[in-house]
């Protein structure tokens, strides 16, 4: 094996190490919510707050971006980003409300950080190989997200404690990411200040906000999320009113979730035979929309299969929505900015989906218009991603050929 293969596969472990850790605040809590409920005596809408919050502020840091004068180095947020993590984390395990929803949105803020860095080290460290370290990226944020759901109580009952142990013990690999990355951030640090002074971020910003490339991005970074929210929040409420067992509904969620990984990974294998990612786009939302449909419509017994179809269909939108940004962005610091106002915008559109299906839900009180409306958007997915999919940069002095982006690819 060549130092450089070597050089790179321990650079793709340093973003898996991060990766993992920016999902389980959230999903390790669905397990052990109602004891959480119970030891807060906390209303449902308070008790579901506690995984909305952070979901809230996944792109909070993308919104405060465009105003810094300098930007920090990818690393240095990545660090920070770990260390906001534990201490919100943290803050969680004291018996106390305040705490309680402090740590939860300090979580939140934590990975947005993470969340909008990635992608600008990833365009950086990477541009040869963008989608499919992008892929191995996405992989590694579910797999940390299904492992911790799936260890919460487990963990609780094999040491006999409460839902603090499975919570803090989420602490660890994020202080691990954090101090394996703190050479990484302190060398970054040093060579920044002996460097030639880089542009301002808010001049970055000013030609990524004004660009109808990055706003094509963007809603399709929050479309495609919203969709995921949906999932995350009301399939297996779909799935019980429609005759399924509470049991078996979190089971179809979890399938779900799980498949996304092999859509994440279709994504470099597809992109390779592909001139551009627009028939990627086109299979998003082809698949997302029959799966919807077949779980809302469809015998009930065959809900299984569209389990696995939205999976499969959610997980080439998270891909191919994250590797835009580093396709479509010229160099390392617009990737940053791409990043930030895509995750940012994006994020705040996705966070409407859930209530507003809700409130339709309530408002006809059965599931056929809330649907209806969810497959409606699965196309609009097609009015940002087409154009989105297309071989062109922003930032650049002219668009790169497409066969130039996909030799890269």
Known sequence: MTARRTGLIGSVVLIVLVAVNLRPAISAVGPVLTEIQDAFHLSGTAAGALTTLPLAFFGSYGLVAPFLRRAPRSESLLVAAMGLLIIGLLLRLVDAPFPLFAGSLVAGVAISIGNIAMPAIIKRDHPASITTVTAVYTLAVSGGASISSGLAVPVEDAFG?????????????????????????????????????????????????????????????????????????????????????????G???????????????????????????????????????????GATWAPISSVWLWAVVLGIGQGLGFATALSFIGLRAHDAGIAAQLSGMAQGVGYVIAAL???????????????????????????????????????????????EPAHEVNAAN
Not at 259 to 282: F, H, K, N, T, Y
């Open 161 to 249: 404690s409460s839902w603090r142990l499975p919570l803090g013990l989420l602490a660890v690999p994020a202080a691990a990411a954090g101090l394996i990355w703190l050479p990484k951030a302190l060398g970054a640090a040093r060579a920044a200040r002996s460097a030639p002074s880089a542009p301002p971020a808010r001049a970055a910003a000013a030609v990524v906000w004004r660009a109808g490339l990055a706003w094509q991005v963007t809603v399709f970074m929050g479309l495609q999320s919203l969709l995921a929210y949906v999932v995350l929040g009301w399939l297996p409420t779909i799935c019980q009113d429609r005759g399924l067992s509470d049991t078996s509904s």
């Open 353 to 399: 989906g859930p209530l507003a299906i809700g409130a339709l839900h309530d408002a006809t009180g059965g599931w056929s218009v809330p649907m209806a409306a969810v497959l409606v958007i699965c196309v609009l997915l097609a009015v940002p991603g087409l154009p989105a999919g297309l071989n062109r940069t922003l930032g650049s002095p002219a668009p």
């Open 251 to 293: 089971y179809v969620l979890a399938l779900t979730a799980a498949i996304q990984a092999v859509g994440s990974l279709g994504v470099p294998l597809l992109e390779r035979r592909m001139r551009d990612q627009r028939p990627l786009v086109v299979l998003t939302c082809t698949l997302t929309l029959i799966g919807f449909a």
